[in-house]
């Protein structure tokens, strides 16, 4: 049974009016007598969203507006505020998140980081910390964290088309409650037609990771159908 998101009254600042309700059922959670099933109530139209990440969030690889947040808005009419910075770490993204959070009061944030730890060849135990750190930042924040696998780059396996989640990410799921979304990323990247370079999306890539975004959204309740 995955964890429940912070309550609306643990925030220390005024919530968007239009958005009681969602968080009341979102704090509420319909959840079975002995199951690992959580359902979520759909986000309103107008929702803020954060898509938090590196160069894969921010868009690296295809022209302005083709980059997964954007191409998220038209799927769910959300408000996605683009929050990818190209090179980002998850231990340099962890100093920056509280701020970000406090600007846009999102009630989604959708967590893409680890490749550039990976690429630098930080211990993934290490990565793990940052990223469980800011997810349960964002869940204190009362808002949902919505986890993103990312691959551990190997050329071997990039170069074959059989790249792999880090083990890392599912692990988080279990400790943290976060919402994951596997193997889209890996799955790009092992697709020669949906990516710009060996770890970068093309246009194609990103519509197929926002459209896998929304897909595990929906599956979640989060998003209707």
Request: charged share 20%.
């Amino acid at each position: 049974m995955t964890a429940s998101p912070g309550h609306p009254s643990q925030r220390r600042h005024a919530i968007p009016p239009q958005l009681v309700n969602w968080l009341s059922l979102l704090a509420a959670l319909t959840l079975a007598a002995c199951s690992e099933t959580v359902e979520y109530a759909p986000l309103p139209p107008g929702s803020p969203v954060l898509a938090f990440g590196d160069s894969v969030t921010h868009g690296t690889g295809a022209r302005r507006g083709e980059d997964y947040p954007s191409q998220l808005v038209a799927v769910s009419q959300w408000q996605v505020i683009n929050a990818g910075i190209p090179g980002d770490t998850a231990r340099e993204a962890r100093q920056r998140l509280g701020g970000l959070l406090r600007q846009h009061e999102p009630v989604l944030v959708i967590i893409e980081l680890g490749g550039n730890d990976f690429l630098r060849k930080r211990p993934e135990s290490q990565v793990a910390v940052d990223l469980a750190a800011m997810i349960r930042e964002v869940q204190d924040f009362g808002a949902l964290p919505v986890l993103v696998s990312v691959p551990r780059l190997s050329l071997l396996r990039a170069s074959t088309g059989t790249l792999k989640d880090s083990a890392i990410y599912a692990e988080l799921e279990q400790q943290t409650g976060a919402l994951l979304v596997p193997d889209l990323f890996a799955d790009i990247l092992s697709d020669n037609r949906l990516k710009a370079d060996e770890i970068h999306p093309n246009a194609a890539g990103y519509r197929v990771l926002a459209d896998g975004i929304a897909e595990r959204l929906r599956e979640a309740g989060l998003l209707k159908r």
